[in-house]
């Protein structure tokens, strides 16, 4: 598939780094969770960061989402500095928990968004019925989230955060609690909303497998402290992605042999 790129979407980032002010008092040295990232996510790309466990994805991501300062470096969405959060940027985490509203049926979860924005009822109405509809909800949009599964929850948070359409997707291992079933469904569903949608993506994961059948390029953070991208592969498969293919296998021996010389072994 031809990606369409936005150049206003496009994230670069220049010898970003983050220290913590605390564990640099402590050590008496600047210890950097990561140093001197350079990367560039064009607009529309869909793009995997793949690390040992405590590399720094989370702290990258939140970074791009700015939840979290950096301490030197360059960071920018389009030709915007990022130094806050932004209704450009939305983050879906592992745990839907955390972010959906216990108070709030499905509904009213996926249209939390859109009534701060003061939008219409009937027009907040067609744009959750679609989301809902998009990650197989349907039928279950009075219910509160103490009556819906682990899996069910992570696709309210995904139609919520689909609803308020922001150009970025920051998504921190978002299926990482789910069973493998619902995992898999998760996954088609995200690819195929991805490509109907075009946003730019940027996903971080564990998982070998899930980082080839959804990115399109994937980056391998270096084990920490002073992580920092330490190669990218292009996966130059055609979606849907069949991981019974020989390609695919190649490519997941390849990365896994990155890990295997790598210092701090596998993934997590
Ligand atoms: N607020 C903080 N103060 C000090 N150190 C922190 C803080 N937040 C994270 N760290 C450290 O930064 C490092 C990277 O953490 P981060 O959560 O980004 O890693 P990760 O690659 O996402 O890990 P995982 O895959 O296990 O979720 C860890 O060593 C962690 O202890």
Redesign the pocket.
């Known amino acids: 598939m031809a990606l369409a790129t936005f150049p206003a979407n496009t994230i670069t980032i220049e010898r970003l780094n983050?220290s913590?002010a605390?564990?640099a008092k402590k050590s008496g040295n600047v210890h950097y969770?990561?140093q001197d990232v350079d990367l560039v996510v064009k607009g529309g790309e869909f793009f995997v960061l793949l690390?040992?466990?405590?590399?720094?994805?989370?702290?990258?991501?939140?970074m791009i989402a700015g939840f979290?300062s950096k301490t030197g470096g360059r960071l920018q969405v389009g030709d915007v500095e990022v130094d806050k959060p932004g209704r450009d940027r939305a983050v879906v985490f592992q745990q839907a928990d955390s972010s959906l509203f216990p108070w709030l049926t499905v509904r009213q979860n996926v249209e939390f968004g859109l009534k701060m924005k003061k939008m219409p009822k009937p027009q907040r109405r067609e744009i959750s019925d679609r989301f809902i509809g998009m990650v197989g909800l349907a039928g279950h949009e009075g219910k509160f989230p103490r009556e819906l599964s682990g899996g069910m929850k992570q696709r309210v948070q995904l139609a919520r955060v689909l609803a308020n359409d922001p150009a970025i997707l920051l998504m921190?291992?978002p299926f990482g609690a789910l069973d493998a079933m619902t995992r898999r469904t998760m996954q088609k569903e995200l690819s195929g909303i991805w490509q109907a949608t075009n946003k730019t993506v940027i996903f971080?994961t564990?998982d070998i497998q899930e980082a080839i059948l959804l990115g399109g390029r994937i980056a391998i953070?270096s084990p920490?402290?002073s992580?920092r991208i330490a190669h990218i592969y292009e996966v130059p498969l055609a979606y849907p992605r069949d991981a019974a293919a020989p390609e695919f296998y190649s490519l997941y021996q390849t990365i896994q042999a990155h890990f295997d010389e790598t210092e701090g072994g596998g993934t997590?």
């Open positions: 983050k913590y605390e564990t969770i990561i690390g040992p466990s405590g590399c720094g994805k989370s702290t990258l991501l939140n979290v921190d291992e971080v564990h953070m920490g402290p992580s997590a």
